[in-house]
Protein backbone atom coordinates (compact mmCIF):
# COMPACT_ATOMS: atom_id res chain seq x y z
CA UNK A 1 0.00 0.00 0.00
CA UNK A 2 2.05 3.08 -1.30
CA UNK A 3 2.34 5.67 -3.73
CA UNK A 4 4.16 5.30 -7.33
CA UNK A 5 5.45 8.18 -8.98
CA UNK A 6 8.30 10.73 -8.86
CA UNK A 7 8.00 12.18 -5.34
CA UNK A 8 10.70 10.07 -2.65
CA UNK A 9 7.95 8.35 -1.50
CA UNK A 10 7.05 7.20 -5.11
CA UNK A 11 10.47 6.13 -6.60
CA UNK A 12 11.49 4.05 -3.12
CA UNK A 13 7.82 2.64 -3.30
CA UNK A 14 8.47 1.28 -6.91
CA UNK A 15 12.29 0.13 -5.75
CA UNK A 16 11.04 -2.03 -2.99
CA UNK A 17 8.04 -3.28 -4.89
CA UNK A 18 10.31 -4.33 -7.61
CA UNK A 19 12.33 -5.94 -5.07
CA UNK A 20 9.90 -8.27 -3.41
CA UNK A 21 8.25 -9.19 -6.59
CA UNK A 22 11.74 -10.85 -8.06
CA UNK A 23 11.83 -12.64 -4.76
CA UNK A 24 8.93 -15.04 -6.17
CA UNK A 25 6.48 -13.39 -3.80
CA UNK A 26 3.05 -12.92 -4.41
CA UNK A 27 3.04 -9.36 -4.55
CA UNK A 28 -0.73 -7.05 -4.58
CA UNK A 29 -0.77 -3.08 -5.21
CA UNK A 30 -3.00 -1.10 -3.50
CA UNK A 31 -1.65 2.55 -4.76
CA UNK A 32 -2.26 6.07 -2.59
CA UNK A 33 -3.70 8.79 -4.73
CA UNK A 34 -4.82 6.33 -7.54
CA UNK A 35 -2.89 4.89 -10.41
CA UNK A 36 -0.75 8.15 -11.33
CA UNK A 37 1.99 6.11 -11.98
CA UNK A 38 5.15 7.44 -14.13
CA UNK A 39 7.49 4.69 -15.14
CA UNK A 40 11.22 4.34 -16.97
CA UNK A 41 10.32 1.39 -18.73
CA UNK A 42 8.36 -1.09 -20.07
CA UNK A 43 9.11 -4.02 -17.84
CA UNK A 44 7.98 -1.57 -14.79
CA UNK A 45 4.28 -1.12 -16.75
CA UNK A 46 4.34 -5.37 -17.16
CA UNK A 47 4.85 -5.54 -13.46
CA UNK A 48 2.28 -2.80 -12.52
CA UNK A 49 -0.32 -4.54 -14.68
CA UNK A 50 0.72 -7.97 -12.64
CA UNK A 51 0.30 -6.97 -9.72
CA UNK A 52 -2.79 -4.70 -9.88
CA UNK A 53 -4.34 -7.77 -11.25
CA UNK A 54 -3.00 -9.33 -7.81
CA UNK A 55 -4.93 -7.15 -5.91
CA UNK A 56 -8.04 -8.25 -7.36
CA UNK A 57 -7.95 -11.70 -5.60
CA UNK A 58 -5.38 -10.81 -2.91
CA UNK A 59 -5.12 -13.06 0.41
CA UNK A 60 -6.87 -10.81 3.18
CA UNK A 61 -4.48 -12.54 5.94
CA UNK A 62 -1.30 -11.95 3.99
CA UNK A 63 1.09 -9.32 5.86
CA UNK A 64 0.43 -5.53 4.89
CA UNK A 65 3.32 -2.98 4.23
CA UNK A 66 2.05 0.34 4.24
CA UNK A 67 5.17 3.04 2.66
CA UNK A 68 3.84 6.47 4.16
CA UNK A 69 3.48 9.29 6.66
CA UNK A 70 3.99 8.74 10.30
CA UNK A 71 0.62 10.47 10.63
CA UNK A 72 -1.53 8.51 8.22
CA UNK A 73 -0.98 5.02 9.28
CA UNK A 74 -4.20 4.32 10.46
CA UNK A 75 -5.69 2.87 7.43
CA UNK A 76 -4.76 -0.71 6.39
CA UNK A 77 -5.19 -3.69 3.28
CA UNK A 78 -6.32 -7.02 4.86
CA UNK A 79 -6.26 -8.28 8.50
CA UNK A 80 -2.86 -10.03 8.06
CA UNK A 81 -0.32 -8.44 10.19
CA UNK A 82 0.56 -4.43 9.31
CA UNK A 83 3.80 -2.87 8.72
CA UNK A 84 5.04 1.06 8.17
CA UNK A 85 7.53 2.07 6.32
CA UNK A 86 7.68 6.20 6.97
CA UNK A 87 10.35 8.43 6.61
CA UNK A 88 10.29 11.86 8.60
CA UNK A 89 12.97 14.29 9.12
CA UNK A 90 11.85 15.54 12.80
CA UNK A 91 13.02 14.23 15.68
CA UNK A 92 10.35 15.22 18.19
CA UNK A 93 6.72 13.30 17.03
CA UNK A 94 3.41 14.53 18.06
CA UNK A 95 0.95 13.03 20.05
CA UNK A 96 -1.24 12.04 16.88
CA UNK A 97 1.84 10.70 14.84
CA UNK A 98 2.49 8.87 18.30
CA UNK A 99 -0.61 6.90 18.24
CA UNK A 100 -0.54 5.92 14.24
CA UNK A 101 2.88 4.53 14.73
CA UNK A 102 1.54 2.50 17.40
CA UNK A 103 -0.93 0.94 15.36
CA UNK A 104 1.21 -0.93 13.32
CA UNK A 105 2.95 -4.64 14.59
CA UNK A 106 6.13 -3.37 13.08
CA UNK A 107 7.97 -0.66 11.93
CA UNK A 108 11.04 -0.18 8.87
CA UNK A 109 12.82 2.38 8.64
CA UNK A 110 15.93 3.36 6.98
CA UNK A 111 18.37 4.88 9.21
CA UNK A 112 19.59 3.82 12.69
CA UNK A 113 19.45 7.86 13.32
CA UNK A 114 15.45 7.07 12.70
CA UNK A 115 15.50 4.28 15.00
CA UNK A 116 16.73 6.41 17.88
CA UNK A 117 13.96 9.14 17.33
CA UNK A 118 11.37 6.52 17.53
CA UNK A 119 12.37 4.86 20.93
CA UNK A 120 13.16 8.30 22.26
CA UNK A 121 9.40 9.23 21.45
CA UNK A 122 7.65 6.31 22.99
CA UNK A 123 7.33 4.10 19.96
CA UNK A 124 6.70 0.15 21.72
CA UNK A 125 6.65 -1.62 18.58
CA UNK A 126 9.87 -4.23 17.09
CA UNK A 127 11.52 -1.64 14.77
CA UNK A 128 13.84 -3.02 11.95
CA UNK A 129 16.12 -0.82 10.07
CA UNK A 130 16.62 -1.31 6.98
CA UNK A 131 18.60 0.83 4.01
CA UNK A 132 17.82 1.73 1.04
CA UNK A 133 19.62 1.88 -2.24
CA UNK A 134 19.90 2.67 -6.01
CA UNK A 135 18.79 0.83 -8.68
CA UNK A 136 22.38 0.40 -10.65
CA UNK A 137 20.86 -0.54 -13.73
CA UNK A 138 20.07 3.37 -13.96
CA UNK A 139 22.63 4.83 -11.95
CA UNK A 140 25.68 3.67 -13.63
CA UNK A 141 28.31 5.54 -15.69
CA UNK A 142 27.46 5.72 -19.37
CA UNK A 143 29.97 4.89 -21.37
CA UNK A 144 30.62 8.07 -23.30
CA UNK A 145 33.24 11.04 -22.85
CA UNK A 146 32.07 13.94 -20.47
CA UNK A 147 33.24 17.20 -22.33
CA UNK A 148 35.14 19.17 -19.55
CA UNK A 149 33.46 22.66 -19.57
CA UNK A 150 33.89 24.38 -16.46
CA UNK A 151 32.79 23.44 -13.25
CA UNK A 152 28.97 21.96 -12.09
CA UNK A 153 27.85 21.84 -8.36
CA UNK A 154 24.32 20.80 -8.40
CA UNK A 155 21.48 19.99 -6.36
CA UNK A 156 18.12 17.71 -6.47
CA UNK A 157 15.67 18.79 -3.92
CA UNK A 158 12.41 20.47 -4.15
CA UNK A 159 12.15 23.79 -3.66
CA UNK A 160 11.33 23.63 0.59
CA UNK A 161 12.79 25.32 3.62
CA UNK A 162 14.12 22.14 5.00
CA UNK A 163 16.21 21.08 1.80
CA UNK A 164 18.34 24.24 2.45
CA UNK A 165 18.77 26.00 -0.68
CA UNK A 166 18.61 29.73 0.94
CA UNK A 167 22.04 28.45 2.88
CA UNK A 168 23.06 26.71 -0.75
CA UNK A 169 22.93 29.88 -2.67
CA UNK A 170 24.77 32.17 -0.16
CA UNK A 171 27.14 29.51 -0.11
CA UNK A 172 27.58 29.46 -3.98
CA UNK A 173 27.67 33.57 -3.67
CA UNK A 174 30.24 33.35 -0.89
CA UNK A 175 32.42 31.35 -2.32
CA UNK A 176 32.75 32.53 -6.23
CA UNK A 177 32.96 35.52 -8.25
CA UNK A 178 31.84 36.60 -11.82
CA UNK A 179 34.52 35.72 -13.76
CA UNK A 180 35.20 32.33 -11.75
CA UNK A 181 34.11 29.31 -14.69
CA UNK A 182 31.18 27.41 -12.41
CA UNK A 183 27.73 26.88 -12.29
CA UNK A 184 24.91 25.84 -9.93
CA UNK A 185 22.29 23.52 -11.28
CA UNK A 186 18.81 23.01 -9.55
CA UNK A 187 16.31 20.21 -10.04
CA UNK A 188 14.05 21.85 -7.90
CA UNK A 189 10.63 21.41 -8.99
CA UNK A 190 7.65 20.85 -5.90
CA UNK A 191 4.54 19.84 -7.17
CA UNK A 192 2.98 21.31 -4.15
CA UNK A 193 3.71 24.55 -4.69
CA UNK A 194 1.26 27.43 -6.12
CA UNK A 195 2.76 29.55 -8.84
CA UNK A 196 3.73 32.86 -6.47
CA UNK A 197 5.42 30.37 -4.02
CA UNK A 198 7.65 29.14 -6.91
CA UNK A 199 8.36 32.61 -8.23
CA UNK A 200 9.75 33.95 -4.92
CA UNK A 201 12.13 30.64 -4.92
CA UNK A 202 13.15 31.39 -8.87
CA UNK A 203 13.73 35.06 -7.85
CA UNK A 204 16.03 34.40 -4.48
CA UNK A 205 18.12 32.44 -6.97
CA UNK A 206 18.13 34.31 -9.98
CA UNK A 207 18.40 37.71 -8.28
CA UNK A 208 21.51 37.04 -6.29
CA UNK A 209 25.10 37.47 -6.92
CA UNK A 210 25.39 34.84 -9.01
CA UNK A 211 22.05 34.45 -10.77
CA UNK A 212 23.35 34.58 -14.50
CA UNK A 213 25.41 31.33 -13.33
CA UNK A 214 22.50 29.30 -11.45
CA UNK A 215 20.50 26.75 -13.76
CA UNK A 216 16.92 25.72 -12.87
CA UNK A 217 15.70 22.89 -14.75
CA UNK A 218 12.55 21.72 -15.01
CA UNK A 219 11.03 18.34 -13.94
CA UNK A 220 12.65 15.57 -15.98
CA UNK A 221 10.31 12.47 -17.17
CA UNK A 222 12.23 9.49 -16.04
CA UNK A 223 14.83 8.43 -13.48
CA UNK A 224 17.20 7.82 -16.34
CA UNK A 225 16.90 11.55 -17.07
CA UNK A 226 17.94 12.26 -13.95
CA UNK A 227 20.72 10.01 -14.23
CA UNK A 228 21.68 12.01 -16.85
CA UNK A 229 21.78 14.92 -15.17
CA UNK A 230 23.90 14.06 -12.70
CA UNK A 231 26.51 12.57 -14.75
CA UNK A 232 27.17 16.10 -16.01
CA UNK A 233 27.76 17.64 -12.90
CA UNK A 234 30.60 17.90 -10.87
CA UNK A 235 29.96 17.61 -7.23
CA UNK A 236 26.70 17.21 -5.37
CA UNK A 237 25.74 19.69 -2.49
CA UNK A 238 23.18 19.11 0.07
CA UNK A 239 22.93 21.72 2.30
CA UNK A 240 19.31 20.11 4.21
CA UNK A 241 18.28 21.72 7.44
CA UNK A 242 17.48 17.50 7.69
CA UNK A 243 16.66 14.49 5.91
CA UNK A 244 14.41 11.18 6.36
CA UNK A 245 16.84 9.07 3.59
CA UNK A 246 17.66 11.49 0.84
CA UNK A 247 17.75 9.30 -2.68
CA UNK A 248 19.42 11.74 -4.32
CA UNK A 249 22.85 11.60 -2.47
CA UNK A 250 23.18 7.64 -2.86
CA UNK A 251 22.06 8.26 -6.81
CA UNK A 252 25.11 11.25 -6.90
CA UNK A 253 27.84 8.78 -5.56
CA UNK A 254 26.06 5.58 -7.30
CA UNK A 255 27.76 8.03 -10.38
CA UNK A 256 30.67 8.54 -8.68
CA UNK A 257 30.53 12.17 -7.85
CA UNK A 258 31.96 13.81 -4.45
CA UNK A 259 29.16 14.56 -2.03
CA UNK A 260 28.75 17.95 0.33
CA UNK A 261 26.15 17.20 2.67
CA UNK A 262 25.10 18.56 6.12
CA UNK A 263 26.20 16.20 9.14
CA UNK A 264 23.21 15.72 10.42
CA UNK A 265 19.82 12.87 9.84
CA UNK A 266 19.47 9.70 8.03
CA UNK A 267 21.86 10.52 5.46
CA UNK A 268 24.62 10.59 8.05
CA UNK A 269 24.04 6.42 7.41
CA UNK A 270 26.29 6.35 4.98
CA UNK A 271 27.81 9.74 4.24
CA UNK A 272 31.20 9.45 6.34
CA UNK A 273 33.84 12.04 6.71
CA UNK A 274 35.90 9.07 4.41
CA UNK A 275 33.26 9.63 1.69
CA UNK A 276 31.68 13.01 1.95
CA UNK A 277 32.35 16.60 2.21
CA UNK A 278 30.39 17.09 5.64
CA UNK A 279 29.37 20.24 7.35
CA UNK A 280 28.83 19.94 10.80
CA UNK A 281 25.66 21.30 12.45
CA UNK A 282 25.60 23.27 15.94
CA UNK A 283 22.17 23.57 16.43
CA UNK A 284 18.57 22.42 15.55
CA UNK A 285 15.40 24.54 14.70
CA UNK A 286 11.53 23.84 15.19
CA UNK A 287 10.15 22.65 12.05
CA UNK A 288 6.82 24.09 11.47
CA UNK A 289 5.34 22.32 8.32
Known amino acids: NCPIGKTGYGITSLNILKNLYNLDLEVSLFPIGGNQVELNSESEKELLQKVFTNAQSFDCKAPCLKIWHQFDLANRIGSGHYYSFPFFEVDKLKPTEK ?129 EYIFHGDCGVYLSRAEGWNNSILESMALNKPIIATNYSAHTEYCTKENSFLVDITETEVAND
Open 99 to 227: VHLNSCDGIFVASHWAKDVLVKNDIHKPIYVSPLAVDLEIFKLPVKIKIDNGYRFFHIGKWEHRKGHDFLIQAFNAAFEADDDVELWLLPFNMFLKQEEQNAWVSMAKNSKLGDKIKIFDRLPTQYHLA
